[in-house]
């Protein structure tokens, strides 16, 4: 899974294609014989063993429902057994970071003096971690106390002009990532 950075939610990840085109369901795999037999969605258990689907393209993909439309062969002699992580899985994650960077950019801008204030924050706070954590704390708390005191107000005031689909695509965000903010920005409201 790729995290991103500025586009909340946005986690991707390699899909698979199967030779028709399709994409596969979960593997399900039992591990210990107990009854709970848990589905798998890594690109690698498309492997084709064990009657499991053979995937013979990869491609990004990402929690959003995005789908690159460029796609990889997977050479399946060349994915270490015991180590499919050391496959090259570099051009999916290039398209990921390209999708990540088209959602970033579609965001509302952050004015350029609030820009280099966070800039500058995350720079101190990454200065006091180590050496003085007490005074990251105390950065750290007098944001939430800015967030505490003005976020009930602005999510009110978002949410009643504009749609969560508008709100997400303005913070860079997903609708489930926006939900969970929300949440959290205005409790008593959600």
Known sequence: MW???????????VGVLLED??????????????????GFTGWWVYDGTLRRPLANRMRAVCA????????????????PD?????????????DWAAH????????????????????????RLDEAEDTDPLTALRIIGALDAVIET????????????HTDGEIAA???STEKALAARLRRYDSDRF
Not at 65 to 73: K, N, Q, V
Not at 106 to 119: F, G, N
């Open 3 to 13: 995290e991103p950075d500025g586009a909340d939610g946005h986690v991707g990840r």
């Open 21 to 38: 085109g399709t994409t596969p369901g979960p593997v399900y795999i039992d591990l210990d014989g107990s009854g709970h037999v848990p």
């Open 64 to 79: 959003c429902g995005w789908a690159s439309g460029t796609t990889y062969p997977i050479a399946w002699e060349l994915v």
């Open 82 to 94: 015991s180590e499919p992580f050391l496959y090259d899985t570099s051009g999916p994650e290039r």
């Open 100 to 123: 990540t960077r088209q959602v970033s950019a579609a965001a509302v801008p952050l004015p350029e003096e609030v820009a280099r204030l966070v800039s500058r924050i995350r720079e």
């Open 150 to 161: 003005d976020a009930p107000y602005v999510t009110r005031a978002a949410t009643r002009r």
């Open 170 to 172: 303005a913070l860079g």
